[in-house]
């Protein structure tokens, strides 16, 4: 498992570095009114992806670890089928969509940008499903990559580097991963059949599969749920649109920081599926990991503020401080995912989505009252404490779950 999480590890480190550069540029070269733009349309690709998701990659997973060898290419040939289904329901729903929007030509950008992605986090389920690790590793870092390069280069040639072109440049750059990540595994799209608009069939995968369905959506709006409610108190002129910048940068550079510490959920999650040992021997690692993400934090806190103050030209010194409550809460969400897998093993899967539910109430809540007053910080307090919910309610129905 140590020799998977390094190949994951390693991967995710070049990704989260070039993600790191590609938001140190565009902060560099945006006004905060302009960046808070970006930062409000970049964050709807999450619900796309998960909407092109919806419980099905976790299902899957699941299933494929537990299936036998005959089983295994019928449920990945069906996993593929649920996601081309999905794929051509999405866009349907899209088009008649657009006569009721302005900025189509965006908006459609940034849809076809989820629809990748979604694509490409699917593939990525695939990998770890069938432990091809190493392709997995060389795939996360072509997106963030390419995506620096091309910033970059339009930077050098005084291109103006407006929202639509910087989400073109996603686009690309997500197909290409979708095109190393198909031909890579030689995933056997020519082998899937698909029976018309079956909406039965989708309908009975959403049903196995509504508790895991109901995690992800939680995860997803908790995710993006301070960036809309600061957008909402922009757009009706109670608060600053340099607070939704102060806090969309702070956002998206302590966010980075998952990129590198999933690749450890991301390796556990199928071993843990098979895990025949002592639940208590894993959970005494945990220690050790928590220990280390904190000392990661820390060290990568003073990274990114070293960048911000020198790189930025001091635009955006009081996103520091809201930067800093946020790595916090993304060491506390990695201990807290490791002892969720517990959870899984067990299925569970009743009480995670409970769990998520509560978190993503309390924060919608912790949100509306904390912002107005507080702004960017009020926000970063505001996913703390959500985490911090999570924390407990684990604690509580993990101690429930192992008596019985």
């Keep these: 498992m140590l020799s998977n999480i390094i190949k994951v590890l390693s991967g995710r480190i070049i990704t989260a570095a070039a993600l790191l550069l590609f938001n140190t540029l565009l902060a560099f070269q945006y006004s905060e009114v302009l960046y808070s733009q970006y930062v409000f349309y970049y964050s709807f690709l999450g619900i796309l992806t998960f909407s092109l998701s919806v419980g099905l990659n976790n299902s899957f997973l699941v299933t494929y670890k537990q299936a036998d060898d005959i089983e295994k290419e019928s449920v990945l040939l069906e996993f593929l089928s649920n996601k081309i289904l999905l794929s051509i329901y999405l866009s349907l729903l899209f088009i ?3 006569f009721f929007i302005d900025s189509k030509l965006l908006i459609f950008i940034v849809f076809l940008s989820g ?10 389920v695939v990998c770890q499903a069938t432990d091809r690790f190493k392709t997995m590793s060389l795939a996360m870092p072509v997106k963030n990559v390419i995506m620096l390069i091309v910033l970059f280069l339009l930077y050098l040639s005084n291109s103006e580097l407006d929202i639509l072109l910087v ?9 290409i991963q979708f095109l190393y990540l198909i031909f890579t595994l030689g995933v056997p799209f020519l082998s899937v059949k698909i029976n018309g608009f079956d ?3 989708i309908a009975n995968s959403m049903q196995k599969v509504k508790h895991l369905a109901l995690m992800d959506l939680s995860m997803i709006l908790m995710m993006r749920t301070e960036i809309w409610i600061l957008g909402l108190f922009v757009t009706f002129g109670l608060i600053n649109s340099k607070e939704l910048a102060h806090f969309g940068l702070a956002f998206n550079f302590a966010f980075v920081l998952p990129i590198i510490t999933k690749s450890i959920v991301n390796v ?6 098979e895990y025949k040992e002592n639940i208590d021997e894993y959970r005494g690692k945990l220690v050790k990991v928590l220990f280390l993400s904190v000392l990661f934090s820390v060290f990568y806190s003073g990274l990114v503020s070293f960048i911000s103050i020198y790189f930025t030209n001091g635009k955006y010194n009081g996103s520091l401080l809201t930067f800093a409550v946020l790595c916090l809460a993304v060491s506390l969400s990695l201990y807290v995912n490791l002892e969720q897998m517990i959870i899984l093993r067990l299925n569970k899967f009743s009480v995670m989505s409970k769990i998520y539910t509560f978190q993503l109430l309390f924060n919608i809540v912790a949100a509306f009252l ?3 007053t507080f702004g960017a910080l009020g926000a970063g307090v505001s996913v703390l404490a959500t985490r ?5 309610l684990t604690k509580i129905y993990l101690k429930k779950c192992t008596r019985s």
Excluded at 115 to 124: D, K, N, P, Q, V
């Design 167 to 175: 989400n073109i440049v996603i686009l690309i750059s997500l197909i």
């Design 96 to 98: 008649l969509t657009l």
């Design 268 to 273: 556990v999650l199928p071993y843990m599926m």
């Design 370 to 372: 904390l912002i107005p």
């Design 388 to 392: 911090c919910s999570g924390l407990v």
């Design 199 to 201: 909406f039965n069939r």
């Design 115 to 124: 629809l990748a992605m979604g694509w490409c986090e699917a593939l990525s």
